[in-house]
């Protein structure tokens, strides 16, 4: 990066520090809608056995990856 001036260098960071933020943001409210959802389902009640327990995180995974794809639908 030595033919970069200090300017370019700090357009760079700036671009790359605010692509962060809007992952950042992204990824809270796709794990706080996820989370909402099993909150409203109430999810957790099935894990009282070892099984249940066992197919919790399926489960969380299922539902995160089913509203990615339909928040993607309605796009």
């Known amino acids: ?3 970069l001036t200090p300017v370019e260098i700090a357009n760079w960071i700036a671009i790359y520090l605010a692509a962060g933020l809007c992952c ?3 990824m809270v409210m796709s794990v706080s809608v996820a989370a909402h959802g099993v909150w409203r389902e109430r999810a957790w009640e099935d894990a009282r056995t070892v099984r249940g327990a066992a197919l919790f995180l399926p489960k969380l995974w299922w539902r995160w990856h089913r509203h990615r794809r339909l928040v993607r639908r309605d796009a």
């Open 1 to 3: 990066m030595a033919h």
């Open 24 to 26: 950042a943001i992204a």
